[in-house]
Protein backbone atom coordinates (compact mmCIF):
# COMPACT_ATOMS: atom_id res chain seq x y z
CA UNK A 1 0.00 0.00 0.00
CA UNK A 2 1.81 3.56 -0.70
CA UNK A 3 2.13 6.23 1.71
CA UNK A 4 -1.28 8.03 -0.41
CA UNK A 5 -3.97 4.78 -0.13
CA UNK A 6 -2.64 4.92 3.81
CA UNK A 7 -3.85 7.98 4.21
CA UNK A 8 -6.68 7.59 2.78
CA UNK A 9 -7.65 4.90 4.65
CA UNK A 10 -7.66 6.70 7.49
CA UNK A 11 -9.58 9.47 6.37
CA UNK A 12 -12.00 7.60 4.92
CA UNK A 13 -14.40 7.52 8.30
CA UNK A 14 -14.38 11.03 8.43
CA UNK A 15 -15.67 11.09 4.95
CA UNK A 16 -18.59 9.28 5.51
CA UNK A 17 -18.99 11.27 8.57
CA UNK A 18 -18.57 14.35 6.78
CA UNK A 19 -21.23 13.44 4.21
CA UNK A 20 -24.45 12.42 6.71
CA UNK A 21 -23.30 15.60 8.74
CA UNK A 22 -23.74 17.41 5.20
CA UNK A 23 -26.76 15.77 4.74
CA UNK A 24 -25.03 14.08 1.06
CA UNK A 25 -25.97 11.04 1.53
CA UNK A 26 -28.20 10.29 -1.02
CA UNK A 27 -30.17 6.90 -1.81
CA UNK A 28 -32.63 6.78 -5.04
CA UNK A 29 -35.03 4.24 -5.05
CA UNK A 30 -37.42 2.35 -7.61
CA UNK A 31 -40.34 2.93 -5.70
CA UNK A 32 -42.85 2.19 -8.32
CA UNK A 33 -40.80 -1.23 -8.67
CA UNK A 34 -40.70 -0.20 -12.86
CA UNK A 35 -39.25 -2.91 -15.12
CA UNK A 36 -36.45 -2.32 -17.49
CA UNK A 37 -36.92 -1.56 -21.33
CA UNK A 38 -34.14 -3.58 -22.15
CA UNK A 39 -33.10 -6.87 -19.71
CA UNK A 40 -30.63 -7.10 -17.26
CA UNK A 41 -29.95 -10.57 -18.19
CA UNK A 42 -29.23 -9.67 -21.50
CA UNK A 43 -25.87 -7.77 -20.35
CA UNK A 44 -22.68 -9.34 -19.79
CA UNK A 45 -19.29 -8.66 -18.45
CA UNK A 46 -15.56 -9.87 -19.14
CA UNK A 47 -13.50 -9.60 -15.67
CA UNK A 48 -10.16 -9.10 -14.91
CA UNK A 49 -8.74 -12.37 -15.80
CA UNK A 50 -10.68 -12.31 -19.04
CA UNK A 51 -13.27 -14.56 -18.42
CA UNK A 52 -16.77 -13.61 -18.89
CA UNK A 53 -20.16 -13.58 -16.97
CA UNK A 54 -23.96 -13.79 -18.46
CA UNK A 55 -25.86 -11.96 -16.52
CA UNK A 56 -28.41 -14.43 -17.55
CA UNK A 57 -26.81 -16.38 -14.87
CA UNK A 58 -27.87 -14.37 -11.95
CA UNK A 59 -31.00 -14.73 -11.77
CA UNK A 60 -32.02 -15.70 -9.07
CA UNK A 61 -30.29 -13.26 -6.70
CA UNK A 62 -29.55 -10.09 -5.71
CA UNK A 63 -26.44 -8.12 -7.65
CA UNK A 64 -24.70 -4.83 -6.38
CA UNK A 65 -22.68 -2.91 -8.93
CA UNK A 66 -19.65 -0.72 -7.85
CA UNK A 67 -17.44 1.00 -9.68
CA UNK A 68 -14.47 0.81 -7.99
CA UNK A 69 -10.66 3.13 -7.27
CA UNK A 70 -7.46 2.15 -5.47
CA UNK A 71 -6.54 5.75 -4.69
CA UNK A 72 -10.02 6.99 -3.42
CA UNK A 73 -11.11 8.08 -0.26
CA UNK A 74 -13.67 5.72 -0.22
CA UNK A 75 -11.35 2.76 -1.29
CA UNK A 76 -11.62 0.79 2.54
CA UNK A 77 -15.49 0.40 1.38
CA UNK A 78 -13.25 -2.66 -0.53
CA UNK A 79 -13.26 -4.08 2.95
CA UNK A 80 -16.50 -3.52 3.37
CA UNK A 81 -17.96 -4.96 0.26
CA UNK A 82 -16.26 -7.92 0.88
CA UNK A 83 -17.67 -8.43 4.64
CA UNK A 84 -21.26 -7.77 2.87
CA UNK A 85 -20.18 -10.51 0.11
CA UNK A 86 -19.09 -13.07 2.55
CA UNK A 87 -22.46 -12.56 4.39
CA UNK A 88 -24.59 -12.49 1.46
CA UNK A 89 -22.99 -14.90 -0.18
CA UNK A 90 -26.59 -17.22 -1.03
CA UNK A 91 -28.37 -13.97 -2.20
CA UNK A 92 -26.22 -11.76 -3.40
CA UNK A 93 -23.25 -11.11 -6.30
CA UNK A 94 -21.18 -7.94 -6.24
CA UNK A 95 -19.45 -7.18 -8.89
CA UNK A 96 -16.81 -4.20 -8.76
CA UNK A 97 -15.85 -1.84 -12.19
CA UNK A 98 -12.19 -0.73 -11.59
CA UNK A 99 -12.26 2.63 -13.38
CA UNK A 100 -9.98 5.88 -13.94
CA UNK A 101 -12.64 8.41 -14.72
CA UNK A 102 -12.42 10.42 -11.36
CA UNK A 103 -9.35 12.19 -10.61
CA UNK A 104 -6.95 9.35 -12.41
CA UNK A 105 -7.36 7.45 -8.85
CA UNK A 106 -7.37 4.08 -10.64
CA UNK A 107 -4.10 3.78 -12.99
CA UNK A 108 -2.94 0.47 -12.61
CA UNK A 109 -3.67 -2.54 -14.66
CA UNK A 110 -6.02 -5.38 -14.13
CA UNK A 111 -3.69 -7.35 -12.77
CA UNK A 112 -2.19 -4.59 -10.25
CA UNK A 113 -5.81 -3.57 -9.71
CA UNK A 114 -6.50 -7.42 -8.63
CA UNK A 115 -3.54 -8.43 -6.90
CA UNK A 116 -4.12 -4.96 -4.65
CA UNK A 117 -7.25 -5.79 -3.73
CA UNK A 118 -6.69 -9.23 -3.07
CA UNK A 119 -3.73 -7.85 -0.91
CA UNK A 120 -4.84 -5.13 1.22
CA UNK A 121 -8.72 -5.88 1.38
CA UNK A 122 -8.69 -9.80 0.85
CA UNK A 123 -11.20 -9.45 -1.96
CA UNK A 124 -13.13 -12.03 -3.54
CA UNK A 125 -15.94 -11.18 -5.59
CA UNK A 126 -15.67 -10.84 -8.94
CA UNK A 127 -13.74 -7.76 -10.68
CA UNK A 128 -14.44 -6.53 -14.11
CA UNK A 129 -11.71 -5.22 -16.53
CA UNK A 130 -11.03 -1.87 -16.10
CA UNK A 131 -13.58 -0.05 -18.25
CA UNK A 132 -15.39 3.60 -18.10
CA UNK A 133 -18.40 4.23 -16.25
CA UNK A 134 -19.25 7.84 -16.37
CA UNK A 135 -21.81 8.81 -19.58
CA UNK A 136 -19.30 8.63 -22.72
CA UNK A 137 -18.75 7.00 -26.00
CA UNK A 138 -16.71 4.31 -24.07
CA UNK A 139 -18.88 3.93 -21.14
CA UNK A 140 -19.11 0.21 -20.45
CA UNK A 141 -22.80 -1.11 -21.50
CA UNK A 142 -23.43 -2.62 -18.03
CA UNK A 143 -22.95 1.09 -16.96
CA UNK A 144 -25.16 2.27 -19.94
CA UNK A 145 -27.67 0.54 -18.86
CA UNK A 146 -27.67 1.37 -14.94
CA UNK A 147 -27.27 5.14 -16.00
CA UNK A 148 -30.13 5.62 -18.58
CA UNK A 149 -34.14 5.51 -18.19
CA UNK A 150 -34.67 4.49 -21.26
CA UNK A 151 -32.38 1.53 -20.65
CA UNK A 152 -33.11 0.25 -17.25
CA UNK A 153 -36.78 2.01 -16.30
CA UNK A 154 -36.59 4.63 -14.05
CA UNK A 155 -32.99 6.37 -12.80
CA UNK A 156 -30.39 8.57 -15.03
CA UNK A 157 -28.24 9.31 -12.17
CA UNK A 158 -24.60 8.00 -13.29
CA UNK A 159 -21.69 7.35 -10.95
CA UNK A 160 -21.08 10.52 -9.05
CA UNK A 161 -17.46 9.62 -7.65
CA UNK A 162 -15.87 6.18 -7.01
CA UNK A 163 -17.72 3.46 -5.45
CA UNK A 164 -21.71 4.19 -6.80
CA UNK A 165 -23.83 1.40 -5.84
CA UNK A 166 -26.82 0.11 -7.92
CA UNK A 167 -29.00 -2.95 -6.95
CA UNK A 168 -30.53 -5.04 -9.10
CA UNK A 169 -33.09 -7.78 -7.60
CA UNK A 170 -33.48 -11.34 -8.12
CA UNK A 171 -35.79 -10.24 -10.98
CA UNK A 172 -33.51 -7.81 -12.87
CA UNK A 173 -35.30 -5.22 -11.54
CA UNK A 174 -32.91 -2.12 -10.49
CA UNK A 175 -34.43 -0.99 -7.15
CA UNK A 176 -31.42 1.39 -5.47
CA UNK A 177 -28.44 3.56 -6.15
CA UNK A 178 -26.37 4.73 -3.08
CA UNK A 179 -24.17 7.31 -3.35
CA UNK A 180 -20.54 6.67 -2.89
CA UNK A 181 -20.75 8.12 1.08
CA UNK A 182 -23.32 5.09 1.43
CA UNK A 183 -20.90 2.37 3.20
CA UNK A 184 -21.88 -0.81 1.84
CA UNK A 185 -22.47 -1.83 5.28
CA UNK A 186 -24.93 0.83 6.20
CA UNK A 187 -28.47 -0.10 7.31
CA UNK A 188 -30.07 1.59 3.90
CA UNK A 189 -28.01 -1.33 2.10
CA UNK A 190 -28.38 -3.93 4.30
CA UNK A 191 -32.16 -3.05 4.47
CA UNK A 192 -32.34 -3.40 0.97
CA UNK A 193 -30.14 -6.76 0.13
CA UNK A 194 -32.12 -8.69 2.63
CA UNK A 195 -35.93 -7.28 1.28
CA UNK A 196 -37.63 -9.63 -0.21
CA UNK A 197 -39.51 -9.43 -3.62
Known amino acids: MTLRQKVLQIVYPFLIK ?5 GGTQVAINKKNTK ?9 VRLNNNSPIN ?3 LRGKKVLLVNTASNCGYTNQYAELEQLYEQNKERLVIIGFPA ?7 KGTDEEIAQFCQL ?16 SAQQHS ?7 KELNGWNDREPNWN ?11 LTHFFDPSVSPLS ?3 LSAVHDKV
Not at 100 to 106: H, M, V
Open 120 to 135: NFGVTFPLAKKSSVVK
Open 18 to 22: LGKLK
Open 142 to 148: VFQWLSR
Open 163 to 173: FSKYLVNEEGV
Open 55 to 57: FNS
Open 36 to 44: AMTPFYELN
Open 100 to 106: NDFKEQE
Open 187 to 189: KEV
